[in-house]
C-alpha cells in the first residue's frame, strides 16, 4: 500500500495483477495485424470470375497456400491482402474464393483476369517467422505497366513504368512489391524502373506468364511512407 495525497492509498499490487490480467488476455487473442514478406509461395490459377451485385467473385485454385486456409483467413494474390469466403477441397487442390469490392477491383489488375491466368499467392506472415523479404502490407498502392520482358543470359530484366505518385518511394537498391514479389530495384528513371528477375522467381512465380503491357501490381515500400510521413509534419525547434 503506498501513501496518495491526503491519507488516500493506492493499492499497487492490484494494479500490477490488473495489467498484468490485461496482458495475458490481448496474448491469448488472435494477432490481427496482417502482413507479408513478398516470398512467393506458388503461382495459383485463376478458375472464375463472376460478378455479382454485391461483389465480384475470385476463384483461384491453390495448393500449398491451402493448407490450414479455413473461411476468414487472409491471403495475398499478386499482393492484393483478400479474405477468404470459400474453399472447396478436391483432389486436385483447393478451390479457393475471394469477394472483391469495386475499390479492389478497380485499383488492382485482378480486374484483368481470367480463367488460366496465373496469380501470386502468399499465406500471411507467423508471428516468429522468417522475413525473408520486406513489409509488405498487401495493400495496393497503384498499377504499373510492363514495357520491356526479356531474357538477359541466364537472368530476366524487367522495365515498369509507373505514374509519378509511385515513383516518388521508388528508390535505387530499394525494395518494391510487383504482383506482391519482393524485389530489388536495380535502376531508376524519371517515369519508371528496371529489375533483374533470378531464374528461381521466374518459375515459382507469375512472371512467366507475363508479357509486355501487362498491368501489374505496385505497392511501394512502408517505411518511406512512414519517413515521408514524419519528416512533413516535423517542426524545427519542436519535440
Given at each position: 500500500?503506498?501513501?496518495?495525497?491526503?491519507?488516500?492509498?493506492?493499492?499497487?499490487?492490484?494494479?500490477?495483477?490488473?495489467?498484468?490480467?490485461?496482458?495475458?488476455?490481448?496474448?491469448?487473442?488472435?494477432?490481427?495485424?496482417?502482413?507479408?514478406?513478398?516470398?512467393?509461395?506458388?503461382?495459383?490459377?485463376?478458375?472464375?470470375?463472376?460478378?455479382?451485385?454485391?461483389?465480384?467473385?475470385?476463384?483461384?485454385?491453390?495448393?500449398?497456400?491451402?493448407?490450414?486456409?479455413?473461411?476468414?483467413?487472409?491471403?495475398?494474390?499478386?499482393?492484393?491482402?483478400?479474405?477468404?469466403?470459400?474453399?472447396?477441397?478436391?483432389?486436385?487442390?483447393?478451390?479457393?474464393?475471394?469477394?472483391?469490392?469495386?475499390?479492389?477491383?478497380?485499383?488492382?489488375?485482378?480486374?484483368?483476369?481470367?480463367?488460366?491466368?496465373?496469380?501470386?499467392?502468399?499465406?500471411?506472415?507467423?508471428?516468429?517467422?522468417?522475413?525473408?523479404?520486406?513489409?509488405?502490407?498487401?495493400?495496393?498502392?497503384?498499377?504499373?505497366?510492363?514495357?520491356?520482358?526479356?531474357?538477359?543470359?541466364?537472368?530476366?530484366?524487367?522495365?515498369?513504368?509507373?505514374?509519378?505518385?509511385?515513383?516518388?518511394?521508388?528508390?535505387?537498391?530499394?525494395?518494391?512489391?510487383?504482383?506482391?514479389?519482393?524485389?530489388?530495384?536495380?535502376?531508376?528513371?524519371?517515369?519508371?524502373?528496371?529489375?533483374?528477375?533470378?531464374?528461381?522467381?521466374?518459375?515459382?512465380?507469375?512472371?512467366?506468364?507475363?508479357?509486355?503491357?501487362?498491368?501489374?501490381?505496385?505497392?511501394?515500400?512502408?517505411?518511406g511512407k512512414y519517413i515521408e510521413k514524419f519528416i512533413g509534419a516535423y517542426t524545427p525547434g519542436k519535440c
Amino acid at each position: 500500500m503506498a501513501p496518495v495525497g491526503r491519507g488516500f492509498v493506492v493499492d499497487r499490487s492490484y494494479k500490477v495483477t490488473q495489467q498484468y490480467l490485461t496482458l495475458h488476455k490481448i496474448a491469448e487473442q488472435k494477432p490481427t495485424l496482417i502482413m507479408f514478406t513478398g516470398i512467393v509461395e506458388e503461382a495459383g490459377r485463376v478458375e472464375q470470375v463472376n460478378p455479382t451485385a454485391n461483389a465480384i467473385q475470385l476463384t483461384v485454385r491453390a495448393h500449398k497456400t491451402a493448407r490450414g486456409l479455413k473461411v476468414g483467413s487472409s491471403l495475398a494474390v499478386n499482393g492484393c491482402c483478400l479474405t477468404v469466403v470459400d474453399i472447396n477441397r478436391t483432389t486436385t487442390g483447393a478451390l479457393v474464393r475471394f469477394d472483391l469490392l469495386e475499390e479492389t477491383w478497380r485499383r488492382t489488375n485482378l480486374q484483368f483476369a481470367t480463367p488460366g491466368t496465373l496469380v501470386n499467392l502468399e499465406r500471411p506472415l507467423q508471428f516468429g517467422g522468417e522475413l525473408g523479404g520486406h513489409f509488405v502490407t498487401g495493400h495496393i498502392d497503384g498499377l504499373g505497366k510492363i514495357t520491356r520482358w526479356e531474357r538477359a543470359g541466364r537472368d530476366y530484366v524487367l522495365d515498369i513504368t509507373a505514374p509519378p505518385e509511385l515513383m516518388r518511394y521508388i528508390v535505387f537498391k530499394g525494395s518494391v512489391a510487383v504482383d506482391g514479389i519482393s524485389l530489388t530495384v536495380a535502376g531508376v528513371k524519371k517515369t519508371g524502373f528496371r529489375i533483374w528477375i533470378i531464374p528461381h522467381t521466374f518459375e515459382v512465380t507469375n512472371l512467366r506468364q507475363r508479357k509486355v503491357g501487362d498491368a501489374v501490381n505496385i505497392e511501394t515500400d512502408l517505411i518511406g511512407k512512414y519517413i515521408e510521413k514524419f519528416i512533413g509534419a516535423y517542426t524545427p525547434g519542436k519535440c
